[in-house]
């Protein structure tokens, strides 16, 4: 039996979602787990969609954050109907809180620049801020509510990916570990596995913070894990009607609960919850909404984003003929994954994008 065209590592929403447009394009595709489907990053975010908010500036970063927010609509609806599940999500707004002016002038430059280029911002006073908010407790020195940002059930957008792929014939092989990426003369030839050894002429490492380990890979893939920590509280009327946020805490309203986090910790793969952690997300919320804070908490858990050295994603060919590379998403994953899909299947099939990605190539740390 021929193998399949392309084997994809790593089965979070990133691996999923490239597995998925590549069956679209008619590709025969494996993709290999380590775990379960979405059973890390996936799983762990807070399904905040922000890029207008979370961005640190104009740059090829921001733009290709807002090529996949755009696409976020239509490919909910398309998941759905190609793998009949629902994705919960809301166009709700995102509410950026300055409680001093050291909170405020970054946000005020942030708000200026995007104005300029017609991106929809809006300044809150004190008073519109309480009006809206009636849940904020603070003394808030002024609001920035970016009225276009979108909470979802990011476990939800993994399983109808991971569904969808199925569905156009994608072969799923959980709790398999990739142990070694084949390569003869500089080429792929397949992968080892814990369940085997599979023979393909291309191979995409979509493995997350494994990234590069899973695959025993003979070219630096210069990515670790940033542990983020979360605190769920039981909300059954909601405390807020939009995402919250100030510098130091978020809080995003889901149905029937709030989740609070996150922090940004560099300590290997290590994924427990911490007290110093907690306390410290605690206390971001104590800042903004005691009440809330005093509520009581269903579940608390962390997970590991992978991170590059300049915050920017891998993705696109490698040194290694065959080899591709599609991680490095660290808090974005959510977001980035439709575009993401769509430009590593257009590389892999036609040899070339419809979208910009250059900026993005493993060969940017080869040349360092």
């Given amino acids: 039996m021929p193998g399949p065209d392309v084997i994809v590592i790593g089965g979070g929403i990133i691996g999923c979602a490239v597995a998925y447009e590549l069956a679209k394009r008619g590709r025969s595709v494996l993709l290999c787990e380590r775990g379960e489907i979405g059973g890390e990053a996936s799983s762990a975010a807070a399904g905040i969609l922000a890029p207008q908010a ?15 927010f755009a696409l976020i609509p239509d490919t909910l609806r398309e998941l759905e109907a190609a793998s009949g599940l629902r994705v919960a999500w809301e166009r709700c707004g ?7 002016e050291a909170d405020a002038r970054p946000l005020r430059n942030l708000a200026a620049w995007q104005q300029q280029r017609g991106l929809p911002v809006e300044r809150w006073e004190t008073s519109r801020v309480r009006e809206r908010e009636p849940g904020i407790e603070a003394p808030v020195l002024e609001g920035w509510f970016f009225p276009n940002e979108i909470r979802l059930d990011n476990a939800q957008f993994t399983r109808a990916y991971a569904e969808a792929a199925r569905r156009r014939g994608v072969v799923m092989r959980t ?14 030839t397949g992968v080892e596995t814990t369940a085997g050894a599979y023979a393909a002429p291309t191979v995409v ?28 509280y039981d909300a ?5 009607r939009t995402i919250v946020q100030t510098p130091r805490v978020y809080a995003v309203p889901h149905p029937g609960r709030t989740i609070v986090g996150s922090t940004v910790e560099y300590v290997g793969y290590d994924k427990r919850t911490t007290d110093e952690g907690l306390a410290a997300i605690r206390r971001g919320l104590r800042e903004i909404a005691p009440g809330l804070e005093q509520q009581p908490i269903a579940q608390t858990w962390a997970g590991l984003r992978p991170h590059a050295p300049d915050d920017w994603p891998i993705l696109g060919p490698t040194s290694i003929e065959g080899l591709w590379m599609a991680t490095g998403h660290f808090r974005s ?28 190539q493993w060969e940017r740390f080869a040349r360092r």
């Fill in 54 to 68: 979370e961005t640190k500036g104009p740059g090829p970063l921001f733009d290709l954050w807002l090529a996949s």
């Fill in 94 to 100: 995102l509410l950026q809180l300055a409680l001093t």
């Fill in 175 to 188: 709790h398999t570990q990739v142990g070694r990426v084949r390569v003869e003369q500089a080429r792929v």
């Fill in 205 to 232: 490492d979509a493995a997350g913070c494994w990234a590069g380990l899973d695959g025993g890979l003979p070219i630096p893939v210069p990515v670790e894990p940033a542990r983020g920590q979360i605190i769920v």
């Fill in 236 to 240: 059954p009327l909601p405390h807020f």
């Fill in 333 to 360: 994953g959510i977001l980035l994954a439709p575009i993401t899909g769509r430009l590593m299947a257009e590389l892999i099939v036609d040899g070339r994008s419809s979208g910009s990605w250059t900026s993005f």
